[in-house]
């Protein structure tokens, strides 16, 4: 369940410290040197976080995060302006764009990523090693185990970031396509039905005799965690 980043930076060797200290880290790094080009890529790419410069050729860094913030499909995802300009006001004015933080060059590494892992704990707990909690379920994501109450539950690697993704996101109707891209990935080609194959080896684990079924699924939508 690596975290996809999408980094945007028009200067190439700013860009490549970048990627290189997140792919480190674990990150799926995805590179974009101007914003038309982040656009595309935030339609095209499931991500967990961008990086986004202020100062860029053509649309700038604060215009690329109005038109995120703007589209329901992408608002959720956290957004984290660079900028060399270290003015309160640019700051505020960051942040009203929908900017989830704000960032000044030069910037620490350690210190931007411990930004980012701050905005993915917050939104994609499970990737960065929180311990993931669902009624009596405990998923601990640094060990990659799961109980339910004292039992510990055998998952396969599959399974175990099926039910991330569910505990991650309560409630929240996922379909089979977005469950293939958050589970799977989505380079791999694979056919819709072997996330129900999967989901049907998840509820063996999970399920207890004669309870209700703690995945849901939602006639026509998917599947979704209680
Ligand atoms: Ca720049």
Not at 110 to 130: C, D, F, M, N, W
Not at 180 to 201: A, K, M, P, Q, S
């Amino acid at each position: 369940m690596q975290p996809s980043v999408l980094v945007v930076e028009d200067e190439q060797a700013q860009r490549e410290i970048l990627a290189y200290n997140l792919a480190a880290e674990g990150f799926r790094v995805i590179e974009a040197a101007d914003g038309t080009e982040a656009l595309l890529l935030i339609e095209e790419e499931t991500l967990d976080l961008i990086l986004l410069d202020w100062m860029l050729p053509g649309t700038s860094g604060i215009e690329v995060c109005r038109q995120i913030k703007a589209k329901p499909a992408f608002r959720t995802i956290p957004v984290i302006m660079i900028s060399a300009r270290s003015e309160e006001v640019d700051k505020v004015r960051g942040l009203e764009t929908g900017a989830d933080d704000y960032i000044v060059k030069p910037y620490s590494v350690i210190e931007l990523l411990a930004r980012v892992k701050a905005q993915l704990r917050r939104s994609r707990p499970g990737s960065v090693g929180v311990r993931l909690v669902y009624e009596e379920i405990v998923l601990d994501a640094e060990t990659h185990k799961v109980f339910r109450g004292r039992n510990e539950l055998k998952l396969g690697p599959t399974e175990f970031r099926l039910l991330t993704t569910f505990m991650e996101k309560p409630g929240r109707v996922w379909s089979r396509e977005q469950l293939l891209d958050r589970v799977w990935g989505r380079d791999i080609y694979i056919d819709t039905r072997t996330v129900d194959v999967h989901i049907g080896r998840l509820r063996k684990v999970l399920g207890h005799h004669g309870e209700v079924d703690l995945i849901r699924t939602v006639r026509g939508a998917g599947y979704a965690l209680g």
